[in-house]
């Protein structure tokens, strides 16, 4: 049996873990709107045609931010058809997923649902094929009470109290070559300082996400940033990392690994925020919104085959087996463990389009992922400790990746330790200790794992338990010493306390 042992002092603290890490995304994009969280004639709609089966379990995974209208999507949207007397709101074509946005849900049913949904909105403008002037008045139709034209219309729609948004996106992916009005380093970045420096006279309280790359592996990461951040440093307060993975090759154990690729991906754009923070003499510390993550490939293949011009049709829907509900755990993992400078991140996405949840007109069911993230976000809470993890590692195309990816959270408010482990050893499971001494009195509280036996198990709404978490036993504290063992390929969740 291979061995672990973790390291964590009460004293030495990564940072305290801002809930918005547990955040999702709801595009415009196939059937994540229109079936996914509003479907007007469902026997599950409520009087506004939201999804309430869909809600229930949106509660249950317990998200406190979700991004909204896109993705791809918002770089040609024009907010105002999405709002007001549905009956003259114009359908049009969708550029970027080639279909028919019909616009039937807009800003107001989002934020009416962000409400039913537990959750507040982080909402994104268009500064694809628009600008500075567009975004100026989306912040105003949706902050001001003041009179004044926007301010105005959202009160003639229905909405007398401003929504309040306090989380924007300055477009989206503009460093794509797919993206409408895609732009070089330096247009983006001029653009995201004008747009956000009116925005931020609109409505100073608001806080701004600058567009960083679209994955590791573009050509200009690294300088994108850089000369982004060099553009629009005083304007904004967090930039975006997206990043997909895949297991195209049918390689587990590298697949697994790419929680070491996420893990330098975050480190080096906080050392370039870092140098560009020091170039400019600046006391300000940009931060980051992780705002896409995921895995997403199983899709690829039958999006191929879609026709155009048609309304909310299947796209994006991966079906997610086992393996990738491990690989969710690690990246949720990894992002706590810079919970210092990654404030905000976004599961991309939340219903049935690259989704934890999925629908049909007969129910809505539980995706593999929808587990690690709802225990990794329930449990979660907290200060994140800074978690040495002595493990025997393995060769992958990442570099060595460790057999355990582990992080522990202290709650001083709940007395509590919970550890969040994966062990990627497919054969073998791992013994790990943990010496407690600091955390005297404690005992184990409780022990959830997620584990089956094939990689490739899915949940399907006829069998939705499938994968699902169970109680474990065995882990044990003995004199001041925690110790588990892991079975092989599992996700853990030991929560500690008195
Ligand atoms: O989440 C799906 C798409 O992935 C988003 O629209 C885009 O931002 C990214 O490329």
Known sequence: MKKSTISIDKHFVVGDVDKRIYGSFIEHLGRAVYEGIYQPGSPFADEQDLRKDVVKLIKELNVPVVRYP??????????????????????????????????????????????????????????????????????????LDCGSYYSNLRKKHGYEKPHDIKLWC??????????????????????????????????????LVACGSSSLTMDTFGTWEDTVLSECYDQVDYLSLHQYYGNQANNTPDFLA???AMDKFISSVISICDAVKAKKRKNKSIHLSFDEWNVWYHSHEQDQKLERW?????????????????????MMITMLR????????????????????????????????????????????????????????????????PYLDCVCLMNEEEDTVTLFAVNKDLESPMEITCDL??????????????????????????????????KADGAKIENGVLTAVLCD??????????
């Open 70 to 143: 896109g993705g791809n999507f918002v770089s040609g949207y024009h907010w105002e058809d999405g709002v007001g007397p549905k009956a003259e709101r114009p359908e049009k074509i969708d550029l970027a997923w080639n279909v028919i946005e019909t616009n039937q849900f807009g800003l107001n049913e989002f934020m009416d649902w962000t409400k039913k949904a537990d959750t507040t909105a982080m909402m994104a403008v268009n500064l694809g094929t628009r600008g500075a002037e567009d975004a100026k008045n989306i912040v105003e139709y949706c902050n």
């Open 310 to 330: 048609v309304k909310a049709p299947h796209q994006l829907e991966d079906i997610y087996n086992f393996e990738d509900a491990l690989l969710v755990a690690g």
């Open 489 to 498: 390929k599992s996700f853990h969740v030991i929560t500690l306390g008195k």
């Open 437 to 470: 001494r600091q955390f005297s009195g404690y005992r184990v509280k409780d022990h959830v794992m997620l584990t089956h036996s094939d990689l490739k198990a899915i949940n399907t709404e006829e069998h939705p338990e499938n994968v699902a978490p169970v």
């Open 258 to 260: 790419n929680t070491v």
């Open 338 to 401: 810079h919970a210092d400078r990654v404030k905000v991140a976004c599961l991309a996405q939340l219903v049935n389009v690259i989704a934890p949840i999925m629908t049909s007109d007969t129910g809505a069911w539980k995706q593999t992922i929808y587990h690690p993230f709802a225990l990794i976000s329930n449990y979660g809470r907290g200060t994140v400790l800074n978690t040495i993890v002595d493990t025997p590692i393995y060769e992958s195309t990442h570099g060595d990746a």
């Open 170 to 207: 300055l477009g989206n992916e503009m460093d794509g070559p797919w993206q409408m009005g895609h732009k070089t380093a330096s247009e983006y970045g001029r653009t995201a300082a004008e747009a956000g420096r009116i925005m931020k006279m609109v409505d100073p309280s608001i806080e």
